[in-house]
């Protein structure tokens, strides 16, 4: 790696990078306390995360004020003016042709400003000649295209992503559509039913957009944009993946102490981390576990959990009797 | 009949699996679960090493 002489005289300040650091602090809590940040959390609290349309409709109102925008941009740029070591304290939300930053943040919604990079965009059309896929986010999404770049954006439909999801009846995905989008427009997408992908754009697009967690659908999915075929699909919410990532690890460690706490995720809105979570509770203790994988293969609401719970129990009782394995 | 489930011994690898594969979160979150969840992998780690 080649470093220029600030960078590598910045490098060796020790006091500099306290500075820097205290700059990124002071910054954070600046934005957090201020009138902006406070304008958010207040529409959310007002809406009380009812439902996606309500969070959404909360969201549209800060979105038809960019006073925020500018000022959050300018306050960026001034402390980068002072400090080009300023690392401003939002997480980064890139993809292969967008930055952006995740500027506002809680239970019911995240939002983020970016940049849709042109150059990049017509490279990867390039490279796909085509080729690629859609994908259905599973979240109902709010994009404000404060400079939309002479884009053109088409729309894809697919059956809605719902609680009983299953590759088997995720049907295709097809066209509906195309349009070009004015600056300023704001644009609601049901990612449980709706995408879009920019067609044509003429310069780069300066986005707002918000993802509502409310009534998110258990998966986004993705098909293929040449067949419409179902391609595949990945839990729509992170939340989701953490707690399958965290009972296998105490699977693993053999905690058995955990096991009414693991137990408590049998509920779970997604089919998918509940019989995650069945595994995991019948390697930790199939004694315990054993009356809730009867319960499930009797009464789960998605049919795939049960089918798979069935066939564990027949699995169970065609099992030889052997001695119960060391944790 | 189920034999007495206490003394079987179940690998969750002989498990069923869905029919529907589902991959872990995308997009930025999935980097941010990466984070998080590498830290809570090494905090259990910590304290299964020192028991």
Redesign the interface.
Known sequence: MIIGTDLRSWLDDGAGQRRSRTGTDAFATTWNEGPHHHAFAAAMAACGGRDAEAVAAAIRSRFEDEAWVRDLIDSLAAALRRDPHFEPPF?????DIHRGL?VYEDEYASIAIGVTDIHQLAAKKSARSGRGSINF?GHVELLKFVKAGGARLAFWAAPPITES????TAGRCVRAGERPIADGEILQVDGRCESFVIAHAAANLFVLQATVKTDCA???VEYDKATGDYV???????S???I???TT???K?GCEAAFPAIADFLDHPS??VR?HVM??L??LD??A??PHLKRMAARDPHP??R??AR???D???A?P?????AA | MHPAPEHLAIEVEDLPELETEVSISGSYQQQETGGIICIGIAAGLAIYICR
């Open positions: 997480r980064h939300m890139n993809s995740v986010s999801f299953s590759a088997a258990p998966v986004g595949g699909c990945s839990a729509a919410d992170d989701a993946s953490r399958q990532m965290i690890l105490l699977r460690l089919f998918f019989w595994r995991e019948l390697g199939a004694g576990a054993l795939e959990t089918r798979a066939t564990a129990l699995r169970i009782a099992a009797r052997t001695q119960r394995k």
